[in-house]
């Protein structure tokens, strides 16, 4: 080949990998500064039209410099607090209302009935953001000078504060060991060195620029970041990315087994790959996009940050990828190089599969759904009704020992009161209707802060606090709020509402469940019209998506066994279930996408059965490979101590390793193999000649 036709066919994939170094060397840093505009408090995604929302607005008017409360809780070494506690206590609340951050107020130290613990509350600003950890620390300090007791700091800033440290470094960490796990297991899989590490250098490349879109948004206000999205998009794109060029090195590979030249062979390698990867990106990206039908803002938020970070894992495979690929060549799979004509053998289980389908397409498929069933059958078990603070973290954390404690000596809900506001005119009337409800422990009209005061009225409106019997962030304190609204609803004309922290604990699990019951067949119907699109065929995308749902029930069911009996979660999130439906049900129909576009490239030249066949025999290994990195990119998030990602985590990683090893390699193979040409109905597949 002349040496200047050479040169301009290196010159596109020359300027794309310089126009990929220069993004990455510019806006990698992003992917560790997201921190930056993250909040994690979870009163900002509240929906708007919550009861306890409405509640909240109309309590600042009572509390012009309302703040983010701290319970303070001292607990005696040995027998009884004496008055010299006390009165050390009552010094230590004042001292701790006076540290950087605070609001200057602070509750006497009152004691417990059994004598053996007080409690007091301190507040701090509610506009500290990252900087409540470090008030926090700074009460701590303060309180714990009490001589002979135990000090722990309990309510939403200490939770906060641990919430802080849940997440801290959480973009270096995770993003560490899921590079690093990708790493162990390509390496493994593929016994090659180069390879491995451009995998992971585009991965490294897309997340960088999604970072730094989803930064450059969330600066502006835009979009809205947690920890947690934090967390998802790091492994989103990782998985994604990697799954997208391990399918277009796969088949680049076998391309150059049969072309001499690593120009042809690409083109022919990208151009078969395009529409499965793009198809398979659109088909998250959707599911992701459909949460903007959510009433919780952080669900909401979701929804974009996840697309931006699919669509720059689809950019980098479609670009960066064939780039690097052609510009080494063979090379690119050192030691071992693929040589034109010297075919690698296809691994010898994935011929052992594709003959079992091939002998008995009904049984594998009656056995594969009959699994799935018996699994699926237990997914009611699962409890999503929200999770107590007790549960919140995989590791000890200081506010919840100080919650138990709490707990032991005092009505759980102290210092974190469910908040009435009603017309004042029928105060009295709300007020006997709250101390009626079952595990109310007492109702206190709000007077400013003055005790022995006239209650303040704003607008004609009065506030009650009513302190619950059982913990705050309790099922049983969620159970009494929903009695307390029926019961002051109830009072004519007192137009009361309910708030607080477990009345919006409640309405964002009402919420939650709403968003389930709009934007799980919405996901589906998206999906089912990509596929149809894609395959061109009406039955077949049907049958695909039935089998995700249900492959998505069975993991539920073993979710619901394992939380319960293995990890002794009592319940999950509210949420969990949906993003775990999500993240299933699109990243599922990726497997089945990668499979069945080879499979009817395949039927076009040989017929659908022999193409089933040999689709699963051509694609079997590096789809596998695909779906076990990205159960073990998933399972990476169980670093952080918090349930809600440990739980997305094994729902994840255990579903995708379902759909890979048992839908795509079994069920949906034989289910297509017996259906042969009747699979593309109501069209009909024409063969190439």
């Given amino acids: 080949m002349p040496k200047n036709i050479r040169r301009t066919r290196l010159l596109l994939p020359l300027l794309l990998l310089v126009a990929w170094l220069a993004l990455g060397g510019g806006l990698g840093s992003f992917a560790g500064r997201l921190g930056e505009v993250a909040t994690n408090d979870s009163t900002r995604f509240l929906p708007q039209s919550a009861e306890s929302t409405e509640v909240a607005a109309a309590r600042r008017a009572f509390e012009k410099d309302a703040g983010l409360p701290i319970v303070v809780v001292w607990e005696a070494k040995d027998g009884r607090v004496t008055d010299a506690q006390r009165a050390a206590?009552?010094?230590?609340?004042?001292?701790?209302?006076?540290?950087?951050?605070?609001?200057?107020?602070?509750?006497?130290?009152?004691?417990?009935?059994?004598?053996?613990?007080?409690?007091?509350?301190?507040?701090?600003?509610?506009?500290?953001?990252e900087k409540v950890p470090d008030s926090v620390d700074a009460v701590r300090a303060a309180v714990a000078q009490v001589p002979g007791v135990t000090a722990g700091l309990a309510g939403p800033a200490a939770v906060q504060a641990d919430l802080a440290g849940a997440f801290a470094g959480i973009d270096g960490l995770l993003l560490g060991v899921a590079l690093g796990v990708v790493l162990v297991i390509l390496l493994a899989v593929y016994r090659s060195v180069l390879l491995p590490l451009l995998v992971i250098m585009g991965a490294v490349f897309a997340l960088g620029v999604a970072c730094a879109i989803v930064y450059a948004l969330a600066k502006q206000g835009l979009v809205k970041v947690d920890g947690q999205i934090q967390g998802l998009l790091s492994i989103l794109v990782i998985g994604a990315a990697t799954d997208y060029a391990l399918l277009l090195s796969a088949r680049f590979r076998e391309e150059l087994e049969q072309q001499a030249d690593r120009f042809a062979a690409m083109r022919t390698a990208w151009r078969q790959s395009v529409e499965p990867i793009t198809a398979s990106g659109l088909t998250v990206a959707l599911g992701l996009l459909v949460l903007l039908l959510s009433d919780l803002s952080n669900n909401r938020a979701l929804g974009p940050v996840g697309a931006i970070g699919i669509a720059c894992a689809v950019l980098s495979a479609l670009t960066f990828l064939p780039a690097a690929l052609v510009l080494l060549g063979r090379t690119a799979y050192w030691p071992a190089k693929p040589a034109h004509g010297d075919g690698t053998p296809v691994h010898g289980v994935w011929r052992r599969v594709a003959a079992l389908v091939g002998r008995r397409p009904r049984a594998v498929w009656a056995l594969s759904l009959a699994v799935l069933a018996v699994f699926a059958a237990f997914s009611p078990l699962l409890k999503s009704g929200g999770v107590p603070q007790s549960e919140l973290f995989t590791t000890a954390q200081p506010s919840v020992a100080a919650q138990e404690m709490l707990t032991r000596h005092f009505p759980g809900g102290s210092g974190n009161p469910a908040v009435v506001i009603a017309e004042a005119g029928a105060a009295d009337r709300v007020a006997a209707a709250a101390k009626g409800v079952d595990g109310v422990s007492g109702v206190a009209p709000w007077t400013g802060g003055k005790p022995g005061g006239a209650p303040v009225q704003v607008e004609g409106r009065v506030r009650l606090d009513v302190t619950l019997a059982d913990a705050a962030d309790s099922n049983a304190a969620v159970d009494t709020v929903k009695r307390l609204r029926s019961a002051v609803h109830a009072v004519p004309g007192a137009q009361a509402q309910v708030g607080g922290f477990t009345a919006q604990q409640y309405d964002t699990r009402v919420t939650g469940e709403r968003d389930r019951a709009v934007i799980t067949p919405v996901v589906l119907l998206c999906i089912l019209a990509i596929l149809v699109v894609l395959l061109r065929s009406l039955l077949t995308p049907v049958l695909l998506a039935a089998t995700v749902a249900l492959s998505y029930l069975a993991t539920l069911g073993v979710s619901a066994l394992v939380f319960r009996h293995l990890f002794d979660f009592t319940a999950t999130d509210p949420a969990v279930p949906l993003y775990g439906y999500v993240f299933l049900v699109a990243l599922g129909v990726d497997y089945n996408i990668f499979l069945m576009t080879r499979v009817r490239e395949e039927s076009k030249r040989r017929g659908t059965r022999e193409g089933v066949l040999r689709g699963l025999t051509a694609t079997g290994g590096v789809i596998t490979s695909a779906g076990v990195v990205l159960a073990a990119t998933f399972a990476a998030l169980g670093v952080i101590p918090l349930a809600f990602l440990t739980q997305i985590a094994f729902i994840v990683a255990f579903g995708v390793l379902l759909d890979t090893l048992l839908v795509r390699s079994l069920l949906v193979p034989a289910l297509v193999y017996d259906l042969d040409e009747r699979a593309w109905w109501p069209a009909r597949l024409r063969r190439d000649a």
């Fill in 89 to 129: 206590a009552q010094q230590a609340l004042q001292k701790a209302a006076q540290v950087p951050g605070a609001t200057g107020k602070a509750t006497p130290a009152l004691p417990s009935k059994d004598g053996k613990a007080l409690e007091g509350v301190v507040e701090l600003r509610s506009d500290l953001g």
